[in-house]
């Protein structure tokens, strides 16, 4: 089986509500059948802090490009950066 790198954004209250919203969201597009590639293969996720004038999505894909420890394991948690307004990026690499 292989992984596919995976961008969403979400919105909630909070990381974890969002995070759940997206996670609902992709299995109810994708479906529950595992491997989708998608955020919906998912459990967790770990918070990462933007750098300062840095463009979150392009910060995503550099850490993505570069196999960030955080984020490099199909299995491991999706990564999240917080977009402001109670919008989050979740991003990774999920099973396929």
């Known amino acids: ?6 961008y ?6 909070t990381a974890k509500e969002a995070f759940t919203n997206a996670v609902e969201d992709a299995r109810y597009e994708y479906g529950h059948g ?3 590639g998608t955020i919906a293969e998912k459990d967790r996720f770990v918070m990462i802090e ?4 840095a463009i979150p999505e ?3 894909h ?3 490009d570069k196999e960030d420890y955080r984020i490099d394991d199909k299995w491991g948690p999706a990564g ?3 977009l402001g307004n109670e ?5 990774g690499w999920a099973s396929s």
């Open 1 to 6: 089986m292989g992984a596919n790198s995976f």
């Open 8 to 13: 969403t954004t979400s919105q909630g209250r």
């Open 34 to 36: 595992g491997y989708t």
């Open 50 to 53: 933007c750098p300062k004038g």
């Open 58 to 60: 392009e910060y995503a």
């Open 62 to 64: 550099e850490l993505i």
């Open 80 to 82: 999240c950066i917080s």
């Open 87 to 91: 919008q989050f990026l979740f991003f």
